[in-house]
């Protein structure tokens, strides 16, 4: 069965810390996708990044860079020198390619960054 | 605005009561989800559309729950008989890329 486990319910950090939200997937397809999603107090959820499971290079974008290992079955998310508008939940998400447009999500990680 | 939209964006219901909620996608997307969240978990995957085809239906979907796209365009989704389990927020979203949804505000219900 597939499932995404976000154990960190909440984190606070102070602006310009770095912090890493951890990710931990379970599927028994060899190909499938991983996702992370964002959802500041406005409540819309933001699409961040997609990688299937045959990539697993890093990824930076900016301040975000998420590290995928496949060994250790995570896909974790880190912010460098956190702002305050990065404070939102954060949801990773995980689809199989028998049915790739149907995303399971974790429980999400709600961070706080303070001034 | 060109963003998914979704109408009402707040819903209270006596139990029992039918509800309606509708989703406008953006335009050029041709899939199109329903998701529920309730407060402090992750979206649940209730159904979704290609074009007017509604491909996937979760089990969370009992008989009770109800969807269309009629001219694969905007969407509705409802909810007869509605049961305090019932209240949640219900998420549209849509995408032309598989995995990249666009998420709408939301709907929320709350069941009396």
């Known amino acids: 069965a597939q499932k995404v486990t976000q154990a960190q319910t909440e984190i606070s950090v102070v602006e310009k810390e770095d912090v890493t939200l951890d990710c931990v997937y379970e599927?028994?397809?060899?190909?499938?996708?991983l996702f992370w999603y964002k959802q500041p107090p406005s409540g819309e959820l933001v699409f961040l990044i997609r990688?299937?499971?045959?990539?697993?290079q890093n990824e930076i974008s900016g301040r975000y860079s998420w590290n995928f290992q496949k060994s250790t079955s995570s896909f974790n998310f880190t912010i460098t020198a956190s702002q305050v508008v990065d404070s939102a939940v954060y949801f990773c998400?995980?689809?199989?390619?028998?049915?790739?447009?149907?995303?399971?999500f974790g429980t999400g990680t709600r961070l706080q960054v303070f001034p | 605005d060109t963003g998914v939209s979704q109408d009402p964006r707040h819903k209270i219901t006596k139990r029992g009561q039918n509800v309606t909620f509708r989703c406008d996608p953006i335009?050029?997307?041709?899939?199109l989800y329903w998701y529920r969240q309730t407060l402090g978990q992750g979206p649940e995957f209730l159904t979704y559309f290609q074009n007017e085809a509604q491909l996937e239906k979760s089990r969370l979907l009992s008989d009770r729950f109800s969807a269309e796209r009629p001219k694969g365009s905007f969407s509705t989704l409802e909810i007869q008989r509605t049961e305090q389990g019932d209240s949640a927020m219900y998420l549209c979203?849509?995408?032309?890329?598989?995995?990249?949804?666009?998420f709408g505000e939301g709907s929320r219900l709350t069941v009396l």
């Open positions: 599927t028994r397809d060899t190909t499938y996708y």
């Open positions: 998400a995980l689809s199989e390619a028998r049915n790739t447009d149907k995303l399971i």
């Open positions: 335009s050029e997307h041709n899939r």
């Open positions: 990688r299937n499971s045959f990539d697993e």
């Open positions: 979203a849509s995408s032309f890329s598989m995995g990249e949804l666009f």
